[in-house]
């Protein structure tokens, strides 16, 4: 098994921390597109409830992606030459940005609000007796605009897969998921 990446594909820790936060975004979109979909039940719940403790193991996982891509720089595939490899990189950082940017807004509420905040019971932030209005309002204005941005986002990235494998078939999707 290939660990570390090479200008052929990823190799085996890019593409666990790419899955793993794929399905962990995926999951944030189900639950809340369930809430707007049904509002809250006892069955949304389950998955409301899910989404802070998931949404910070995201936060951690997207930081260790992040600084794994840019120590793997140098030795990644790249996007080529001309427009189209130009707008994938530019949509892949707008990815990356859009996936710290969501949850340390929620953070930055957590840490503003007088709740605390203690994802698998382990406080990350101490509840406080005033609120920090800016910190809190920041979230609550972003936060959730961001997240379907984000959805929209991820949305045109399959579909860019869907288009290097079904009209150029130039192997794209074989660099994060294939086995050669
Ligand atoms: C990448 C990770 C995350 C994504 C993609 C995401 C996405 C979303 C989306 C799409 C909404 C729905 C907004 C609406 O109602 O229209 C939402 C709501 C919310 N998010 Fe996140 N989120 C993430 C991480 C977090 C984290 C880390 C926290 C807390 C620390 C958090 C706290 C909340 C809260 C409190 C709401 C309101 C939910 C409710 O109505 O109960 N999120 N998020």
Redesign the pocket.
Known sequence: MQLLDSSERYGAVSRLLHWAVAVL?LW??LG?GL??IFGRNDFVGFF?GT??PV??I??VL?VIRALWALASRKRRPDHGTGLVAKAAAAGHGLLYAL?IA??TL??L??WGGTRG?A?FGIEIFAPREVEIAWATSLAGLL???L??V??VLIAGHIAMVGVHESLWRDGTLRKMAGRR
């Open positions: 975004i944030q979109f809340m809430k707007l409301v989404h802070q949404g910070f995201i936060f997207v996936m969501i949850p929620a953070l509420r957590a905040f994802p936060h959730g605009e997240g379907w984000l959805a």
